[in-house]
């Protein structure tokens, strides 16, 4: 089942998801098409962002690789994230080099990734069947790597398979810091506490592992019982389950219109 703004409002009587109140923990200015399209469904949606993004505190890393771009055979970018901060910042500290950058190979994980490349003027490169950086890693892998350099932006918590996949088969790849993930600073954490205590909230979506970790420090793990939880992926599903939780629901694929189809399949 697929699931776009233009379908959804076509079975918006139906409202599979009404008397559903579903919180989602992505950050605001990221939550507002999946605000939109459970809404669609009937669901009451409460935004309770669990993770600030941010710029890296020193982009010293980052500008050498800029200034060294003609030294990679390939820019590896996973998320729409590290593909604005880098490639803003490229353009910034040096817009001629940057406008070399369309001769690079650009290696991305989703179309919303490879989107955001090409809204740079670049061509991003997806492999089938890749999701993550894990499954990323690996398609690259069974390509000719062996003596190549990659350059790697990502943020502060990404995850190590990448680099660590790549190198095992000979390539060299070196990773900048691009952006921060953070703890929110003004959420409300009393009246979702409170929503909780009512048992008026009936699903949680989580989008990453910092996410979830963040989430259970704000709100106690007790009062998440009877909750159900829906993940983006598996990654982010493998870390609920690490932290306890129950996982209910995983997108069949990483993306926003996956993740709403897993969800209105659980409950119709």
């Known amino acids: 089942m697929s699931v776009h703004p233009v379908a959804m409002s076509e079975v918006r009587a139906m409202e599979p998801l009404k008397d559903t109140t579903i919180l989602v923990t992505r950050p605001l200015e990221q939550a507002a098409q999946l605000k939109n399209m459970l809404e669609q469904f009937g669901a009451k949606v409460v935004v309770f962002p669990t993770i600030h993004i941010v710029p890296t505190t020193s982009w010293d890393d980052c500008d050498n690789a800029i200034a060294g771009i003609g030294s990679y055979d390939g820019i590896i970018l996973t998320s729409v994230n ?10 910034l500290v040096d817009e001629k080099r940057f406008s070399s950058f369309p001769e690079k190979a650009m290696y991305v994980v989703g179309e919303k990734t490879k989107r955001a490349a ?17 499954t990323l890693a690996n398609a690259l892998a069974q390509q000719d790597v062996y003596g190549k350099r990659f350059l790697f932006p990502k943020g502060n918590l990404a995850a190590t398979d990448i680099q660590s996949t790549l190198r095992e088969h000979g390539a060299m790849v070196d990773e900048v810091i691009v952006y921060e ?17 009512r048992k008026e909230i ?67």
């Open 202 to 268: 009936n699903l949680i979506v989580f989008f990453s592992p910092s996410s979830i970790n963040n989430f259970l420090r704000l709100i106690p793990n007790e009062s998440l019982r009877g909750v159900r939880i829906a993940a983006i992926g598996r990654t982010t599903s493998d870390a609920a389950r690490k932290a306890s939780l129950t996982v209910d629901i995983v997108a069949s694929e990483p993306t926003t219109e996956a993740l709403v189809s897993s969800i209105v399949k659980f409950y119709e």
């Open 181 to 197: 993930t953070r703890p929110p600073s003004d959420v409300d954490i009393s009246t979702t506490n409170e929503m909780f205590s």
């Open 118 to 134: 090409e809204s740079f003027g670049l061509r991003g490169v997806v492999f089938k069947g890749t999701h993550d950086g894990r």
């Open 82 to 91: 590290a593909v604005t901060y880098f490639l803003n910042r490229a353009r």
